[in-house]
């Protein structure tokens, strides 16, 4: 008895016989068959050619005659870079009235100024503009801060979240002017809205969402400045913040979450914000809302 | 430049390179052992003309990517048989005879389909014929690829084994079995 398989040799047979038994087999691919993969073949040749060329131009480009110019405007712009970027880069020290500001205890609840019968309670977004506003206030008023503007607003989005449960919105109308509002805050109330001489804003979510969508940021602060719900949704369940991430516009993410835009506000097929910066792979995004314990 | 002296490896290097007429060498000097490895495996000449296309496309398209460390006729029958695969795990195909029906019928009618043949020579291919095809669907289908693989694509038990992700030893195996499954099944056609 033996399962064993016989010696590799004693089968070579089979061999034989497959090969005589379809020696004249004349089975064959078709000729569309042929054709369609002779066809395929030919044009990604001519596409590789094309390809070729166009490396043999850029080389040509790239030729001993250029390379001079090339190598002095690459160093030219690396020195640039170089002597430039560490004035962006290098840390900026609090200015002393900056530094004084955040020495002093949080503002004292303040009443509405001119306030709307109909205007609505504070608005959580509000918080952050009025904040984000006071410090571009402070920073026309004091040009000998070194600080810019923006790191103003950083700093009192970063004061905002601190000091927020204390503060209250001061909606100013009429002809109160901006210094006006600059005194207002000095006594520690809050400007709601940037708007010198006319009535409030109007909330429009629309609007909203085409500059968060857009990542016009002009527009999107004027807005959540005006203190609308920065979730409003439209007719598909977007809120201002999934568009502004499906269309890649991290600014706007970064500045409506800055205000407190839910990171994790489904649409009306159920996709979050995350979910959506993943499909697109919008990895500063990603982190951004990953920041904000969005899911 | 008459391409019938140059090495595979040297076809599709030229071709990745944009040069048509190396691929269509390369085609020509391979064309039936595909064709064959591929009808014979799977029985269906609708199926084979499929694959056919996919394989050689495959080829087309990574050519660039080939590396002369394996020879090309295993990195064309790697590809093959990976086409293969994913075909008959997709469509669920049978890969036996027994699937085919009339169209089997066809397949052997055209293997016998000699002109020249007498009554009777044509009489004992077509019996022959029937009986490999039989056979060869009979076999347990890593027996039929292995057998098919080595007596197609002309390959040495290591490139078997290297196409299949088996060992070498699974590989002499499998193909032991084969031939002597083969032999016993026509050993009455002798």
Redesign the interface.
């Known amino acids: 008895m033996s399962t064993l398989?016989?010696p590799?040799d004693?089968?070579?047979?089979?061999?034989e016989?497959?090969?005589?038994?379809?020696e004249?087999?004349?089975?064959?691919?078709?000729e569309a068959?042929?054709r369609?993969?002779?066809d395929?073949?030919?044009r990604?040749?001519?596409e590789?050619?094309r390809r070729?060329a166009r490396r043999r131009r850029l080389m040509a480009l790239l030729a001993p005659r250029w390379r001079p110019a090339i190598v002095g405007t690459l160093a030219v712009a690396v020195l640039a870079g170089v002597v430039i970027a560490p004035q962006f880069l290098a840390p900026t020290a609090p200015s002393e009235s900056q530094r004084a500001r955040e020495a002093l205890p949080a503002p004292a609840p303040a009443p509405v100024v001119n306030a709307p019968a109909t205007a609505p309670p504070t608005a959580r977004p509000a918080r952050p503009s009025v904040a984000r506003e006071r410090a571009r206030v402070a920073a026309s008023a004091n040009h000998s801060d070194a600080l810019t503007t923006r790191q103003l607003e950083q700093q009192a989005d970063a004061g905002a979240a601190r000091a927020a449960p204390l503060e209250e919105p001061v909606v100013v109308t009429g002809a109160r002017s901006l210094a006006q509002a600059t005194a207002a805050t000095s006594r520690g109330a809050a400007v709601a809205a940037p708007v010198p001489a006319s009535p409030p804003a109007q909330v429009d979510p629309d609007a909203l969402r085409q500059a968060a969508a857009a990542g016009d940021l002009t527009a999107l602060r004027a807005q959540l400045a005006s203190g609308g719900d920065i979730d409003a949704r439209d007719a598909q369940g977007r809120t201002a913040l999934m568009l502004a991430t499906v269309g890649g516009q991290a600014d706007a993410v970064a500045v409506l979450l800055a205000h407190g835009a839910d990171p994790s506000a489904t649409d009306a097929h159920g996709t979050t914000p995350l979910r959506a910066a993943v499909a697109a792979d919008e990895r500063a995004i990603i982190a951004m809302l990953r920041r904000y314990g969005a899911r | 430049m008459n391409d019938a002296g140059l090495s595979d490896e040297t076809l599709i290097a030229r071709y990745a390179r944009g040069d048509a007429g190396s691929f269509t060498a390369l085609y020509r000097r391979h064309e039936l052992r595909i064709w064959r490895y591929l009808e014979r495996n799977v029985g269906s000449r609708a199926t084979a003309e499929e694959l056919m296309q996919e394989v050689w496309f495959a080829v087309a398209r990574d050519a660039e990517r080939y590396r002369p460390s394996a020879r090309f006729t295993t990195w064309l029958f790697t590809i093959a048989r990976n086409r293969m695969v994913d075909a008959v795990r997709a469509r669920r195909a049978h890969l036996s005879l027994d699937a085919l029906g009339h169209e089997a019928e066809t397949v052997v009618e055209r293997l016998t389909a000699d002109p020249g043949a007498s009554p009777l020579a044509a009489a004992e291919a077509r019996d022959q014929a029937v009986a490999l095809r039989q056979a060869l669907a009979r076999l347990p289908p890593e027996q039929r690829d292995a057998f098919l693989l080595q007596l197609e694509g002309d390959l040495s038990v290591e490139d078997v084994a290297a196409i299949t992700g088996v060992s070498f030893e699974t590989v002499k195996s499998r193909l032991r079995y084969a031939r002597t499954r083969l032999r016993d099944l026509l050993s009455a056609y002798a």
Not at chain 1, 17 to 22: D, G, K, L, V
Not at chain 1, 24 to 30: G, K, N
């Open positions: 398989p016989p590799f004693r089968s070579e047979d089979a061999d016989r497959y090969r005589r038994a379809f004249h087999d004349p089975s064959r691919p078709s068959t042929r369609a993969v002779l395929h073949a030919a990604l040749a001519a590789r050619t070729a």
